[in-house]
């Protein structure tokens, strides 16, 4: 690894201090309006009983407290991430479900050091936000065992997810794009959605046999159109124009929240709203010293 290698400071102080409440404020969106994408790869998940597993993103911990499940109480998992208000959900709902075998840690997974080897890694949307996703990847890598598995989920491009390029689209229609010294929670959702570079990136970080799985499929952006208008100006693409144009914004809100609750009435479901989205399943193996 590198002596030096670009940090996360400034994106964790970005989630920590500006998105973390914004995120709290739609869990239900983020977190099983959109498990669909981490539902179909981990249902073909063959975890022996007792297995070590870490969870690298694992926001409110939704994700490791199904691995805990699966690995048994021999088994361990590890779920970190850089918001502690996250992972102080995770912790509550782990001792709710009576298992003992998950613990959660504020941590950078770029720089973190673990204490012992791993059979398996998994992420869902939190490898795309790393400022070095090599040095990210390498870390991972070395914290495994030989011959363990990563298994990563990252979005797709902007153009394969509706739900985040039509309010995109909207949004740029009443407001400017943010400029270069915007603040941002890392290289963004759309990082990873180019498989040449994402396999370039694993193989420099060492792993091989890197495969990817498209996975389409419908993701719940409210549970009424006034919920998904709101979500849609606080977070994502259109929610950084939004917050970035300031009191601009502000002027052209209502404008801009009609042209949004006409386009995403489009997409009602017995008043749910539902668009669909793309993602990659990414997994690797770490071939060892």
Not at 38 to 45: A, H, K
Not at 114 to 138: H, K, L, N, W
Request: hydrophobic content about 45%; glycine content about 8%.
């Amino acid at each position: 690894m590198p002596d030096t290698i670009d940090t996360n400071d400034e994106f964790t102080a970005f989630w920590n201090n500006v998105l973390v409440d914004k995120f709290e404020r739609f869990r239900d969106i983020l977190q099983r309006g959109m498990s669909f994408h981490s539902d179909v790869p981990l249902r073909t998940l063959s975890l022996p009983p007792g297995a070590r597993v870490l969870d690298v993103g694992c926001g409110w911990g939704d994700t490791a407290i199904a691995l805990a499940r699966v690995v048994g109480p021999d088994g361990y998992v590890l779920g970190l991430d850089c918001c502690e208000k996250f992972l102080e959900s995770g912790r509550r709902d782990a001792r709710a479900a009576g298992l003992d075998n998950v613990e959660f840690v504020a941590a950078d997974v770029q720089t973190h050091r673990f204490a012992a080897p791993f059979d398996f890694c998994f992420s869902r949307f939190g490898m795309m936000f790393f400022a070095s996703p090599v040095a990210a990847m390498r870390n991972v890598r070395a914290a495994l065992k030989p011959g363990g598995q990563l298994m990563f989920v990252v979005w797709r491009s902007l153009a394969d997810n509706a739900w985040v390029r039509v309010p995109k689209e909207i949004a740029l229609a009443h407001l400017p794009p943010p400029g270069d010294q915007a603040q941002t929670c890392g290289p963004g959702p759309f990082s990873m959605a180019d498989v040449d570079t994402v396999a370039a990136q694993l193989k420099a970080a060492g792993f091989v046999d890197a495969r990817f799985e498209r996975v389409d499929g419908p993701v719940r952006v409210g549970r009424t159109l006034d919920e998904a208008v709101a979500f849609q100006l606080a977070i994502g693409p259109a929610g950084e124009i939004v917050r970035e144009a300031g009191t601009l914004a502000e002027t052209k809100r209502r404008e801009i929240e009609a042209a949004l609750r006409r386009a995403l009435a489009d997409y009602q479901q017995d008043g749910t709203v539902v668009m669909r989205s793309s993602s990659w399943t990414i997994t690797a193996r770490n071939p060892g010293a």
